[in-house]
Structure formats: structure tokens, C-alpha cells
């Protein structure tokens, strides 16, 4: 019994060949189908969740082939998993999608081999977007709430300022009507 493992799909004929003592020999052949199969898809998600403007960055090179090496893989990807992709085949893993709209998505990746075979997965992120009309309107609320401090203190203290004034004329009137 013997054991052979190819390295890539195709038909691959293998030649037995027997001999006795005597040296006589036959030999007899037989036909294999050794079949591609498909890739495995699988990527990691960067830096997607959270701040203003956030890129989201995407990763499949953890994606793998029995019959391919990484790098002849191809990848497309579909930002919000619509059934349209939006870019087209790749052999770049890495790369990276701007939302505009705060919600939750399903990024969808896929993956095919040289031999045309593909496999497909999808991964769900929150992304939140801070518009640059939110952030202004929060640098205004900020510029706002800073001006009133600063108004509501200067008050305060010229108020007490004023009282601390009126007592001491106050102690002084006192102090000129005594015998
Ligand atoms: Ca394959």
C-alpha cells in the first residue's frame, strides 16, 4: 500500500507497475480527479467602532486554501451586506470603508481561489459617526457653557464685592455716629 498527496487539482494518471522473480513485469495504469476544493473565508475588523470620522479597517488574510498559497487568493467586499459589491476582486486583504450614517452593518467578504471556487462570511459592527455638524454644534455648546462661567463668576464676585463694600461703609457711618 502506498500513499501520494498532489498539490494541485487536476486528472493525474498513476502507473502501477508489478514484476516476479523471475523479471517478467506488467504494469497497468488508472485515472484520478483531484478536485479544488474551496477556500475558507475569514477576516478581523480594525479600529470600527467609535470615535468621529472613524475609518474601518477590514483584514482577510487569515483567509486560506488547501490548494493555494494566501497571496492567489482574491477578496471582494460589501460594506452594508446589500447583495452589490462594492469593489471588485482583490488580492490586497487589507483595506478600509468610511461610514456616513451612524447604525449597525454587516460587512460581507468574499473570498475565491485560483481555481474559481469561493466562500463568503460577513461580520456585524456598530459604527458611530460624529457628523461635523455635531461636532460643531458641540464645540458651540462648549464655547456656550465656558462664556456663562465665566459671566456667572464675574457676577458672583462683584456682588460679594459690593456687600464687602456696603458693610465696611456701613462699620464706618457706625463709627462716625458714636460720641
Ligand atoms: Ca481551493
Redesign the pocket.
Known amino acids: 500500500m502506498a500513499q501520494h498527496t498532489y498539490s494541485a487539482p487536476g486528472e493525474y494518471t498513476i502507473r502501477l507497475e508489478i514484476r516476479d522473480s523471475g523479471g517478467i513485469a506488467n504494469s497497468t495504469t488508472r485515472i484520478v480527479l483531484v478536485e479544488?476544493?474551496?477556500?475558507i473565508a475569514t477576516f478581523l475588523l480594525k479600529n470600527c467602532e467609535g470615535d468621529f470620522k472613524v475609518e474601518c479597517v477590514v483584514d482577510a488574510s487569515s483567509s486560506s486554501?488547501?490548494?493555494?498559497v494566501a497571496t492567489s487568493l482574491e477578496v471582494r467586499w460589501d460594506w452594508e451586506n446589500d447583495g452589490i459589491w462594492d469593489a471588485d476582486w482583490s488580492s490586497l486583504k487589507v483595506t478600509s470603508h468610511q461610514y456616513a450614517v451612524t447604525g449597525t452593518y454587516t460587512i460581507r467578504m468574499e473570498v475565491r481561489?485560483s481555481?474559481g471556487?469561493a466562500a463568503s462570511t460577513s461580520k456585524s459592527v456598530h459604527i458611530q459617526v460624529r457628523s461635523d455638524y455635531s461636532l460643531a454644534l458641540f464645540v458651540l455648546a462648549a464655547i456656550v457653557a465656558t462664556v456663562a462661567i465665566v459671566i456667572l463668576t464675574a457676577i458672583y464676585f462683584s456682588k460679594k464685592k459690593r456687600a464687602m463694600d456696603e458693610t465696611r461703609s456701613d462699620a464706618q457711618r457706625d463709627h462716625a455716629d458714636r460720641p
Open positions: 479544488n476544493t474551496p477556500p486554501d488547501l490548494e493555494d481561489d481555481g471556487l
